[in-house]
């Protein structure tokens, strides 16, 4: 075996699902991203587009001076979808499948840093190495395509053949030259337009191409303020992130559920009741989400989703909880409960 494969073979042994290494060099795709950031698609956030982000995506000897190889990894996170008939309750918030479970960083970044220790013993000498899970200046997606780990989607997610899309992606960048991995990841879309006629916002606007301004997991987790009034009633109930283009697409109609232990949820907080959430204060917010991925969207953002969520749930049950939500400390869920509020009021309500 050569280095490059011990190395791999490790990373699987640490649980990880996907493993492989390219080369530590610009990505052919780099077009592709200048004309993404040139057409405002990354909306407002700024970090994509800051000079010296840019300069270090272009090229990873800009993050790693000397920087060779890039070892990248992938862990599965399909636990499943929630129960039958959870998501299409529109009195309950639907979160993204990766975030109804802890924070991945703190699965990933140990088993990175046990892994580059790894990578050290095996080269010999001192080993210059960079690790990140999905907050660094890297174009991860693409350089597993480079490592053989799968290919880009029309819905711009790296798809394994195996696997389908529910990956996590991590790198270490080493100042060591490795032999690359990369082989026929295998698959691809063809002619299937499945995401792209699905997304309920249109935040596909060709294929391969996503506008994140009109995204609903940019909307509801990376957007800090208001959400646009057109875009409101397009996103249903969805309160933080959103699935669709994954969940059509064909590559994921046969599951491989992830072996990685995750504590217990109840199906409350798979498809947790809105006006349970509306209600929240400080405290019971980072009381009930600390360990959630959904804390990065903090308190005033949840809120937010979930006013947006009910109104467009349209039911006068409702109303109490809005109306509590308009003396909230925070304008911008005062904001988008007077919004709701507004959409129930103007909505014939069915006989009962």
């Known amino acids: 075996m050569t280095p490059s494969d011990r190395i791999c073979a490790h990373a699987l042994e640490l649980g990880f699902d996907l493993a492989g290494i390219a080369p530590a060099t610009p990505v052919p795709t780099l077009p592709a991203y200048h004309t993404w950031l040139a057409n405002g698609y990354h909306g407002r956030m700024g970090y994509m587009a800051r000079p010296d982000r840019v300069v270090r995506r272009e090229n990873p000897a800009a993050i790693l001076p000397n920087a060779r190889s890039i070892i990248c990894v992938a862990l599965n996170y399909d636990a499943g979808p929630p129960s039958a008939g959870a998501g299409q309750d529109p009195s309950r918030g639907v979160i993204s499948r990766y975030a109804r479970r802890a924070d991945y960083h ?20 001192e080993v210059k190495s960079r690790s990140y899970v999905g907050t660094g200046p890297v174009l991860e997606r693409a350089y597993a395509v480079q490592a053989g780990l799968g290919f880009i989607g029309k819905n711009t997610c790296l ?3 195996g696997l389908g899309s529910w990956l996590f992606l991590g790198e270490i960048l080493v100042d060591r ?3 690359p991995t990369a082989k026929p990841a295998g698959g691809g879309c063809g002619a299937c337009r499945r995401c792209l006629d699905a997304c309920p916002t249109g935040a596909l606007v060709a294929p391969y191409v996503l506008d994140a301004r009109r995204c609903i997991s940019y909307l509801t ?29 064909p590559w994921q109609k046969r599951p491989t559920p992830t072996t990685e232990p995750a504590p217990g949820a109840e199906q409350a907080e798979l498809a947790p009741p809105l006006i349970e959430l509306l209600g929240l204060d400080e405290h019971r917010f980072i009381e009930r989400f600390a360990r959630s991925p959904v804390s990065r969207a903090k308190r005033r953002g949840l809120l937010r989703n979930v006013a947006v969520a009910m109104g467009n749930w349209g ?38």
């Open 106 to 125: 703190d699965v990933i970044e140990p088993r990175l840093v046990e892994l580059a220790g790894y990578v050290g013993e095996e080269l010999g000498g």
């Open 315 to 352: 039911d006068r049950r409702a109303e109490g909880a809005l109306t509590r939500a308009l003396r909230d400390p925070e304008p911008l869920v005062r904001e988008h409960a007077a919004w709701a509020l507004s959409r129930i009021t103007e909505t014939p309500q069915a006989q009962v």
């Open 221 to 249: 987790i990376e957007l800090k303020g208001s959400i646009p009034p057109s875009l409101r009633p397009l996103m249903g109930n969805h309160i933080f992130g959103c699935d669709v283009c994954q969940d059509v697409c």
């Open 159 to 161: 798809i394994n053949a």
């Open 177 to 179: 030259e490795l032999a």
